[in-house]
C-alpha cells in the first residue's frame, strides 16, 4: 500500500536542515456556521495594498532584533527514529551506491542529535536597515548581546574599521551592481576581508527581519509576514463565513492563500493513471488581519486541503489529542510613529506527528479516495523559533552600497578570484627597493604593512575555503 505521503509539507527554507517535516491538515470551514456581511466590503487587492502602503508610508527603517530558536522534545524523537529506519534499510541493502547515501545520511542525522547548538535556546542578535532599495545587515561575530542601533551605519570604510570592526556586514544595493557584498571584519592581527557573491551567502542563513523583503533579485530569505503577501493575486481570497470568523473583533479579517500542488509525484504510475484526475491536492495559508494597524497580521496558519472527486477530505484523529497546525502566533505590533505600524515580536511554532504514538498505519490512496477520509494522529511541537525587536526607529541610512577600505583582501565568487584593495604594488615596490639598499627595516618581520598584506592574502584563500567546503556539505546533505 502507498502510504499517503500527499499530506506531508516541509518546513520552510530557514528551517529545511531540520529535516522536521510538518503535517498541516485542516478540515474545511462549515459556512452555515457564522457570517458576517462586513467582510463582504474587502477584496485581497485592498488588503495586499493596506499592507504595502503601511510598509512604504515608513522612509527608512533601522532596527535591532534578536532570533531564538529552540528545538523540542518531539524533534529530537523523530531524528532517532529516522536513524533506526535508515539502519535498517542500510542492513536490508547490498547496492553499494544505496549503502554510501545511506550511511551518509545516517551521518548527518548524528550529528543535529549531538550537535550543541540544537541543544537548548539558541538566540541571534542582529542589526538591520533599508531604504526599499538596499539594505544592510548586521551580525556580530561574538555573542555579545543585543547590538545598539548606533552600531547600524552606512557600510563605507571609515565606518568598517571603526563602528563594524567587530561585526560582519552584509549590504545589498543597487550601486554595487546588484550583487551581494559582505565585510568580515577586522581580525586580531589587523587582517581585512570581505567576499562578493551573487546570492544570499550561507552564513546569513536566517530570514530577514519583518519589511525586510525589497524585490526578487536580492535573493534574501523573506520573513514570514512578507511572504504571506508575495503569492499571485488570484490566489487570495476574503473568508467571509465559517467558523474561521467566530468571536473576532470587527476589525479583524480573515485572508487566505492557496495553491493547487501537483499530485503526481506522490502516486505510482497505476495510481496516476486510476486516480490522478480524481484527486486535488491544496496548500497555502490562512491570516487574521487587523485592519486598524497597517493590515498587518495578528495569527498566520498553515494549512493542507485534499480534494477527492470535487468533495473535501475529512479529517479524522485516530488518536487523543490535537489536531493543530503550524502557525505563527502571539504577534506584538507597534505604533512606531503616528499611523505606521510594525510587528516587533511574534513566535512560529512547527509541528510533527506525534512520535510518541505507536502503532499508527497511514491512510493508503486507495482508502482515502474510497471513504473521502484520512486518519492522522495528534501534532506536537517540533520547533519554536521566536523574532524580537530591541529598538526600531524610521530612519534610513545615507548609504548602502558597500565600499571596502584599502588593503581588504577580497574573494570575488562572481568571478572566481581574489584581489586586495589600494596601492599594493606600491608597497611591494617600496619593500623591494629598501631590500636592495641593505636596509635593517627591510626585513618582513619589520614590515607591519606587509604583514597586513599577507595576512589578508591568506584569509582569501580561508574563505574561498570556507565557501568550496559549504558547497562540498549542501551536495553530501542533499544525497
Given at each position: 500500500m502507498h502510504a499517503i505521503a500527499l499530506f506531508i509539507s516541509y518546513c520552510p527554507a530557514h528551517s529545511a536542515r531540520t529535516i522536521a517535516l510538518i503535517t498541516t491538515l485542516s478540515i474545511l470551514a462549515a459556512s452555515s456556521l457564522y457570517a458576517d456581511d462586513r467582510f463582504e466590503e474587502w477584496t485581497p487587492e485592498d488588503v495586499i495594498a493596506g499592507f504595502d502602503g503601511n510598509r512604504k508610508s515608513f522612509e527608512g527603517l533601522t532596527l535591532c532584533w534578536s532570533t531564538s530558536r529552540e528545538f523540542k522534545e518531539a524533534w529530537f524523537t523523530m531524528i532517532e527514529r529516522a536513524i533506526h529506519q535508515t539502519e535498517q534499510e542500510l542492513t536490508n541493502s547490498s547496492d553499494g551506491s544505496i549503502r554510501n547515501q545511506l550511511i551518509s545520511r545516517i551521518s548527518s542525522y548524528k550529528s543535529m542529535l549531538e550537535s550543541p547548538k540544537n541543544r537548548g535556546v539558541r538566540t541571534i542578535y542582529l542589526g538591520f536597515s533599508t531604504d526599499w532599495n538596499g539594505f544592510v545587515l548586521c551580525l556580530p561575530k561574538q555573542d555579545t548581546g543585543p547590538l545598539s542601533i548606533s552600531k547600524i551605519a552606512s557600510p563605507v570604510p571609515g565606518n568598517l574599521l571603526t563602528t563594524h570592526s567587530d561585526i560582519q556586514v552584509l549590504a545589498y544595493s543597487p550601486g554595487n551592481d546588484d550583487l551581494f557584498r559582505m565585510w568580515h571584519g577586522v581580525d586580531s592581527y589587523g587582517g581585512q576581508t570581505a567576499t562578493i557573491l551573487v546570492n544570499y551567502p550561507p552564513v546569513a542563513n536566517i530570514s530577514l527581519p519583518p519589511f525586510g523583503y525589497i524585490t526578487p533579485h536580492n535573493g534574501g530569505p523573506a520573513h514570514e509576514i512578507d511572504q504571506f503577501f508575495l503569492h499571485n493575486r488570484d490566489s487570495y481570497k476574503i473568508i467571509t463565513n465559517g467558523p474561521l470568523?467566530?468571536?473576532?473583533?470587527?476589525?479583524?479579517?480573515?485572508?487566505?492563500?492557496?495553491?493547487?500542488?501537483?499530485?503526481?509525484?506522490f502516486l505510482t504510475a497505476g495510481q496516476r493513471e486510476e486516480y490522478g484526475t480524481r484527486l486535488q491536492l491544496f496548500s497555502g495559508q490562512t491570516a487574521y488581519i487587523d485592519t486598524t494597524k497597517g493590515f498587518l497580521p495578528i495569527r498566520i496558519e498553515r494549512f493542507s486541503r485534499n480534494i477527492v472527486d470535487g468533495i473535501p477530505v475529512v479529517v479524522e484523529n485516530s488518536h487523543d489529542g490535537e489536531l493543530s497546525r503550524e502557525s505563527m502566533h502571539d504577534i506584538e505590533i507597534k505604533e512606531v510613529s503616528e499611523g505606521k505600524f510594525y510587528p516587533i515580536s511574534g513566535t512560529i511554532t512547527y509541528r510533527i506527528n506525534d512520535p510518541g504514538i505507536e502503532g499508527h498505519v497511514p491512510t493508503s490512496i486507495e482508502e482515502l479516495i474510497r471513504t473521502k477520509t484520512i486518519k492522522t494522529v495528534a501534532q506536537v511541537p517540533s520547533e519554536v523559533a521566536k523574532w524580537s525587536v530591541s529598538e526600531v526607529k524610521e530612519r534610513a541610512l545615507e548609504n548602502y552600497a558597500m565600499e571596502f577600505p584599502d588593503s581588504t583582501a577580497v574573494y570575488d565568487k562572481t568571478k572566481a578570484e581574489s584581489r586586495v584593495i589600494g596601492e599594493i604594488e606600491d608597497v611591494v615596490d617600496d619593500f623591494a627597493d629598501k631590500s636592495k639598499g641593505n636596509s635593517s627595516k627591510a626585513t618582513?618581520?619589520?614590515?607591519?604593512?606587509?604583514?597586513?598584506?599577507?595576512?589578508?592574502?591568506?584569509?582569501?584563500?580561508?574563505?574561498?575555503?570556507?565557501?568550496?567546503?559549504?558547497?562540498?556539505k549542501k551536495k553530501r546533505n542533499a544525497k
Open positions: 470568523l467566530e468571536g473576532l473583533s470587527p476589525d479583524i479579517i480573515v485572508m487566505e492563500y492557496s495553491e493547487e500542488k501537483p499530485v503526481e509525484a618582513l618581520l619589520n614590515n607591519p604593512t606587509l604583514w597586513v598584506v599577507a595576512a589578508n592574502l591568506l584569509a582569501v584563500l580561508a574563505i574561498g575555503f570556507y565557501y568550496v567546503s559549504q558547497v562540498r
